[in-house]
C-alpha cells in the first residue's frame, strides 16, 4: 500500500533525497516496519520512523540534522540493531539514520598503531583486519559478527576480553562528531596521550546517541598475543565456580577471559549447538588466556587449573586445537540465539556488581525467578561482575509481562544495593530509564550536560531520559 504523504510530509522527503538521493530514503510503511524494533522484547505498540535515511559521509548527516533540527523532527542512529533495550527505535518517529553505507575502515597506521573507521563497519571485520597485520583490536561482545562500531561506541561495548583488556573507551582516541545543530567537531586526537582539556572523546563514548552522532572514530592498537588458549572448569556449586574467579584473580593470574555459566545455560547451548564438549554441572567457567608464547600460556593454564581444583571443580577441559577451541567460542556467542527457543520472548539483561557478590547475585536471580514463576539462564563475565541473565517469557502473557516487571525492579534495586550498576554494556536506552536516577550519583549533571548539546531533544529522544 502506498503511503500518503502529507505536503509537509514531501517536502522533507525532497529535502532528504536532495542530500542522498531518493534511492537511500525510505519511507514506504512496508520498508520503514523492519526499523520499527530492535533486539529489546516488549509489550509496547510498533514504533515507526517517519523516514530512514542511509547517508555515505559525515557531510550528508550533517545536512540531515539540520533538517531534522529545523522540522524538530527527532533524529535516531542506527547500526545493526542488535540493542537490548530500545536504543535505536522511532518511539515518536522521526528520521533514523542507518550507517549501513558508511562502512568502511578508512586507514590502519602500523607506524603509530591506530586505525580510523566508519561507523558501520563490523567489529568483527575491524578485528580480521588488524589481526592480519599482526595487531589487536580487543573489544568482541558476543554480537561482534554483526556488531558495529557505531553501536559499540553508543553503548560501550566490551564483552568477555573486558576483564584483561578494557572496553571501547579505553581504545577510542578521537572521535568526529555531528552535534544537534549539524556542526561537525572531533573530541580528541589520534595520540595516545592528551590531557588538554575535559575528556570530551570518553563523554560521548557511551552516550547511547543522545548527545551527538559518531560519524567516525580513530582507535589505538596493541599487539596480537601469539597464542591462545581456551578451557572449560566444571563444578557441582555455581558458590565454588564464583570462589574460583575470586582465586584466580587473588593469584595475580590474568586470563583474558573469564565467564561463568550455570546449569540451564549449559543445556540450552548443548541442546542448540552441541558440542561434545559442554558437561552437565551446576556451573561452569569459560576461561581464556593469551600471550606471547607456548611457555607462557602452557604456565598460565596449569596455575589456573589448579586454582580450579582446589576449589572443588569436578572437571577441567583444555580445548585440544582450533577447531575446538571455536565450538566452544560459537556455542557461547550463541547463547542468547539458543534461549530463544525455550518461549516466545528473550530478555537479556545486563548488570554489574563487585566481583565478590556475584554468587549473592546469582541467587538472588534464582530466587526471583522460582518467585515470578519465569526461567533463566545465567550467564556473566565474572572478572567484572558483569551478570547477563537471559529471561525466557511470553510477553503476550498479561500476568508474565507484570511478572517480569516486579522481576526487573527487585533485580535492579538488589544489584545497587550490593555497590552495583544497572548496565555495564547494554545501555539505558528505554528499557531502564526509570532506574537512572537512582543509580547515578551525578543524574542532575548528566541532565545538564544533555541539555546543553541537545537543547531542542531531538537526539536519541526518550532514551537514557
Avoid at 539540520?66 to 533524529?75: E, F, R, S, V
Avoid at 595475580?252 to 545455560?265: A, E, G, M, Q, Y
Avoid at 516486579?406 to 544497572?422: P, Q, R, T, W
Amino acid at each position: 500500500m502506498v503511503r500518503t504523504l502529507s505536503s509537509k510530509q514531501n517536502e522533507i522527503l525532497s529535502k532528504l533525497s536532495s542530500i542522498v538521493g531518493k534511492d537511500n530514503v525510505l519511507y514506504e510503511k512496508e520498508d520503514l516496519y523492519c526499523y520499527s524494533f530492535d533486539t529489546m522484547s516488549h509489550g509496547y505498540s510498533v514504533m515507526m520512523p517517519d523516514y530512514v535515511v542511509l547517508p555515505s559521509d559525515a557531510r550528508q548527516v550533517s545536512e540531515i540534522v539540520k533538517i531534522a533540527a529545523y522540522y524538530k523532527l527527532p533524529i535516531i542512529p542506527r547500526g545493526a540493531g542488535t540493542n537490548h533495550v530500545g536504543g535505536c527505535v522511532a518511539v515518536d518517529g522521526g528520521i533514523i539514520i542507518h550507517f549501513s553505507k558508511m562502512n568502511k575502515i578508512l586507514d590502519i597506521d602500523i607506524k603509530n598503531l591506530t586505525c580510523r573507521v566508519q561507523p558501520g563497519v563490523v567489529l568483527q571485520d575491524l578485528q580480521t583486519a588488524v589481526e592480519n597485520l599482526g595487531f589487536f583490536f580487543p573489544p568482541d561482545p558476543s554480537n561482534l559478527k554483526v556488531s558495529t562500531v557505531g553501536g559499540a561506541l553508543a553503548l560501550s561495548s566490551s564483552g568477555p576480553r573486558h576483564f584483561k583488556y578494557g572496553g571501547m573507551n579505553e581504545y577510542t582516541l578521537d572521535l568526529e562528531v555531528v552535534n544537534a545543530q549539524g556542526e561537525i567537531f572531533h573530541t580528541g586526537m589520534a595520540v595516545k596521550k592528551n590531557v588538554s582539556g575535559y575528556n570530551l572523546t570518553n563523554l560521548f563514548v557511551g552516550s547511547e546517541g543522545t548527545l551527538g552522532i559518531i560519524t567516525e572514530a580513530t582507535f589505538r592498537l596493541i599487539p596480537k598475543p601469539m597464542c591462545r588458549q581456551i578451557m572449560l572448569a566444571f563444578f557441582d556449586q555455581v558458590e565454588r565456580a564464583s570462589d574460583a574467579v575470586r582465586a584466580v584473580i587473588q593469584a595475580k593470574l590474568t586470563p583474558s577471559v573469564l565467564d561463568l555459566i550455570d546449569r540451564n545455560t549449559i543445556v540450552t547451548i548443548e541442546k542448540f549447538y552441541p558440542t561434545g564438549v559442554f558437561k552437565e554441572a551446576e556451573a561452569c567457567l569459560i576461561i581464556e588466556v593469551d600471550g606471547s608464547d607456548e611457555q607462557e600460556i602452557t604456565t598460565q593454564s596449569s596455575k589456573i587449573e589448579k586454582v580450579c581444583k582446589l576449589f572443588c571443580a569436578t572437571d577441567f577441559v583444555v580445548a585440544k586445537n582450533k577447531e575446538e577451541s571455536e565450538k566452544i567460542w560459537f556455542a557461547r556467542r550463541s547463547a542468547f540465539g539458543a534461549v530463544a527457543k525455550l518461549a516466545p520472548d528473550v530478555v537479556t539483561e545486563d548488570a554489574v556488581v563487585p566481583q565478590d557478590k556475584i554468587t549473592d547475585m546469582v541467587k538472588k536471580i534464582k530466587e526471583l525467578c522460582e518467585k515470578y514463576g519465569i526461567m533463566a539462564c545465567i550467564m556473566g563475565h565474572a572478572g567484572d561482575g558483569n551478570i547477563h541473565p537471559n529471561f525466557s517469557l511470553d510477553l503476550r502473557d498479561e500476568k508474565q509481562r507484570e511478572n517480569f516487571e516486579k522481576l526487573k525492579d527487585e533485580f535492579f534495586e538488589y544489584a545497587s544495593s550490593l555497590g552495583g550498576s544497572i548496565t555495564g554494556e547494554h545501555g539505558i536506552g528505554m528499557t531502564k530509564s526509570k532506574y537512572l536516577d537512582k543509580n547515578a550519583p551525578a543524574y542532575r549533571y548528566m541532565k545538564q550536560i544533555k541539555d546543553v548539546f541537545d537543547p531542542e531533544n531531538i537526539l536519541n529522544p526518550h532514551k537514557i531520559w
